[in-house]
T-cell receptor
Framework: AQTVTQSQPEMSVQEAETVTLSCTYD???????LFWYKQPPSRQMILVIR??????QNATENRFSVNFQKAAKSFSLKISDSQLGDAAMYFC?????????????FGSGTRLQVQP | DARVTQTPRHKVTEMGQEVTMRCQPI?????VFWYRQTMMQGLELLAY????????DSGMPKDRFSAEMPDATLATLKIQPSEPRDSAVYFC?????????????????FGPGTRLTVT
């Protein structure tokens, strides 16, 4: 079974600074997707970024980028120029490509605080 | 602006009562997922539908929970009878999967959730 681990329950960053959230996963599959979701106090789950395992290039979405290390099974999220609106829970998630079970497996989340 | 809708947003009920949560997936999406979020367990899958057929409900307590898709625009999750341990936020998510590869349409789009409190 796949597992996703987020070892940082809480992180804090100063506004305009850069922060990196860690995620590791365990899987026997060779092809899969990884995601970062943001959950602000409104509880809405918002997709931040996704990475296809077969792509070596790290995904980037504006101020959000990932460092995907397939051999190490590591998938960290970097937020540059942090803004107050970035404060939220961040969840790392895994989804297999060929397995019949297409649901997401989530990590336990990292609460990010942004200090003004 | 296509989005997943869920009703009700909040529900407070007494133990033993029936609870029905509804979800309208994004038009054209063919997969629907029900997740439950609690402080203790985090986010966990309850049920998964593709083309309205249930493919995975292994995470759902079968004795009291049931999930259905009466049509392509409505998914329901019922709890009967409800218990205090069912208190959680229930999310519905939808996506579009084409063929056997999940690559096309790997994203899942979440609704705002239903916060259920069972007293």
């Amino acid at each position: 079974a796949q597992t996703v681990t987020q070892s940082q329950p809480e992180m804090s960053v100063q506004e305009a600074e850069t922060v990196t959230l860690s995620c590791t996963y365990d899987t026997s599959e060779s092809d899969y997707y990884l995601f970062w979701y943001k959950q602000p106090p409104s509880r809405q789950m918002i997709l931040v970024i996704r990475q296809e395992a077969y792509k070596q290039q790290n995904a980037t979405e504006n101020r959000f980028s990932v460092n995907f290390q397939k051999a190490a099974k590591s998938f960290s999220l970097k937020i540059s120029d942090s803004q107050l609106g970035d404060a939220a829970m961040y969840f790392c998630a895994y989804r297999g490509l060929y397995t019949g079970r297409r649901a997401l497996t989530f990590g336990s989340g990292t609460r990010l605080q942004v200090q003004p | 602006d296509a989005r997943v809708t869920q009703t009700p947003r909040h529900k407070v009920t007494e133990m033993g009562q029936e609870v029905t949560m509804r979800c309208q997936p994004i038009l054209g999406h063919n997969t629907v997922f029900w997740y439950r979020q609690t402080m203790m367990q985090g986010l966990e899958l309850l049920a998964y539908f593709r083309n309205r057929a249930p493919l995975d409900d292994s995470g759902m307590p079968k004795d009291r929970f049931s999930a259905e898709m009466p049509d392509a625009t409505l998914a329901t999750l019922k709890i009967q009878p409800s218990e205090p341990r069912d208190s959680a936020v229930y999310f519905c998510a939808s996506g579009l999967v084409l063929g056997d590869r999940a690559g096309l349409g790997a994203e899942q789009y979440f609704g705002p959730g239903t916060r259920l409190t069972v007293t």
